[in-house]
């Protein structure tokens, strides 16, 4: 899997290539990641990426040809990503599907955003990672790269923990404990000190189903239920 930054902020990356999920991926030699300063690509003695916009206005714009001419050195077939609040809501599902593309390229908005002609010359894949502002694009790239990083194969030491994750079938995950079995009066779950790997099994798959129901009942109308997790929903859905 190949990942691209392409940003005015390239020190901003440092942690995220350091520690964690990516840079463990890297080190193994799973993930290749590179982040492109785009002031590189800038012309003028300045190396400015942005400008004033035409008909006025707050705020600046990026420009277009540092972008294209980012895009034009990285190379290959690479699926472009830009960081948008006017792109699809980013979720488990896509981040599946930029783990399919292989290489991906993710372009990091400022101020305004870039210049229209980004989009008709690049047609890149906006996503957004919710409704709501921040300062630029690094971020929600990081984000979504971390999401793709560790669901490439041999990242995760333990491959069945991304399995169980929350939104991996569409379900919030069930609670998880540890030692010691009590703290100030809470108990672990009895079931989950028995031993009994099928008891435990349905224990978690009910409370992912209460967690959802509780916490984010729209899941519920996309996440793809087996019988069995059916039988338990209408049976939760009864004691209320």
């Known amino acids: 899997m190949r990942i691209d930054f392409v940003t005015i902020f390239p020190h901003m990356f440092d942690p995220l290539l350091a520690e964690g999920v990516i840079a463990r991926g890297i080190k193994q030699g799973l993930i290749d990641v590179r982040v492109w300063d785009l002031r590189e690509f800038a012309t003028d003695k300045h190396r400015s990426t942005d400008d004033e916009a035409y008909g006025g206005g707050p705020g600046m714009v990026m420009l277009a040809e540092p972008v294209l001419r980012a895009v034009e050195k990285i190379g290959g077939a690479p699926h472009l990503v830009m960081t948008s609040p006017k792109g699809r809501r980013f979720d488990q599902n896509i981040a599946q599907e930029l783990l399919m593309r292989n290489h991906v390229i993710f372009l990091c908005g400022r ?72 703290i100030r009066g809470r108990r672990v779950p009895e079931v989950l000190l028995s031993g009994h790997h ?13 967690e959802t129901l509780r916490k984010r009942p729209d899941l519920l109308k996309t996440a793809e239920l087996d019988e069995e997790a059916k039988e338990i929903l209408r049976r939760i859905e009864n004691e209320k």
Do not use: C
Request: glycine share 10%; proline share 5%.
């Open 111 to 182: 101020y305004e955003g870039f210049d229209e002609r980004v989009r008709e010359i690049l047609n890149p894949e906006e996503l957004s990672i919710g409704d709501f502002v921040v300062s630029g694009g690094e971020l929600p790239a990081m984000l979504m790269a971390d999401a793709v990083g560790r669901l490439v194969e041999g990242v995760v030491g333990n491959a069945d923990s991304v399995v169980a994750d929350s939104f991996y079938d569409g379900l919030l995950d069930y609670p998880h404990y540890t030692r010691p079995e009590e």
């Open 198 to 210: 099928e008891n435990i099994r349905k224990w978690r798959k009910e409370q992912s189903l209460r």
